[in-house]
């Protein structure tokens, strides 16, 4: 079982649609982050919340916007998607320090129709 | 920009070893990272070793960290059907963990 949660599992959206993407965790962790993963790739870093301020931002389109509303809980709120936007998003934290490892969780699957 | 290889497949009958090699390119990295994704989940942190050190072994998995030539490996000891999953390597850098493309570990009956 993994500490990180995130929800929903699945998420089938259309274009025009609003919709958000949920994680948690409680292991005190003072960073988060938000992955995309598209098959057969690596990770993608999209945001950094450090101390719940946005600390990175990797050029993310404006249709992707992140909150965090405190340090346990990281949300993604998607508008306008396009279908290249499916994808697996991994949520992700960790101390924010230089030796501490990142623990994600297991992702939410987005298919835009 | 900061860039890490593996080679993306390898196949191991069970009982063998697996050797997963990976090379990276950052020299101030202090800690290096594997991480496990099976179908459908996240990744898992299986280990990972600070750079002054140049092995570390976790049950059946031993790591090797050739600083010099700034090459990082993972062996799996007595490999089993259930360790078919791909294996990152990754690097911390800044904020930032730089990963590999993945090996992807295929083990036959």
């Known amino acids: 079982d993994t500490e990180v949660t995130q929800t929903p599992k699945h998420l089938v959206m259309g274009m025009t649609n609003k919709k958000s993407l949920k994680c948690e965790q409680h292991?005190?962790?003072?960073?988060m982050y938000w992955y995309k993963q598209k098959a057969k790739k690596p990770p993608e870093l999209m945001f950094v919340y450090s101390y719940e301020k946005l600390s990175i931002n990797e050029s993310v389109p404006s249709r992707f916007s992140p909150e965090c509303p405190n340090s346990s809980l990281l949300n993604l709120h998607l508008h306008a998607l396009q279908p290249e936007d499916s994808a697996l998003y991994l949520c992700?934290?960790?101390?924010?320090?230089?030796?501490?490892?990142?623990?994600f969780g297991n992702g939410t699957r987005l298919t835009v129709t | 920009g900061e860039d890490v290889e593996q080679s993306l497949f390898l196949s191991v009958r069970e009982g063998d070893s697996s050797v997963i090699n990976c090379t990276y390119t950052?020299?101030?990295?202090?800690?290096l990272y594997w991480y496990k994704q099976e179908p459908g989940a996240g990744l898992q942190l299986l280990t990972y070793i600070f750079s002054n050190m140049d092995m570390k072994q976790d049950q059946r998995l031993t790591v090797l960290l050739n600083k010099k030539d700034k090459h990082l490996s993972l062996r799996i000891a007595d490999t089993q059907t259930g360790d078919s999953a791909i294996y990152f390597c990754a690097e911390h850098y800044g904020q930032n963990f730089v990963f590999g493309p993945g090996t992807r570990l295929s083990v036959l009956p």
């Open positions: 950052d020299s101030s990295s202090t800690y």
């Open positions: 992700a934290s960790s101390q924010d320090r230089r030796n501490s490892p990142l623990h």
């Open positions: 292991m005190g962790h003072r960073a």
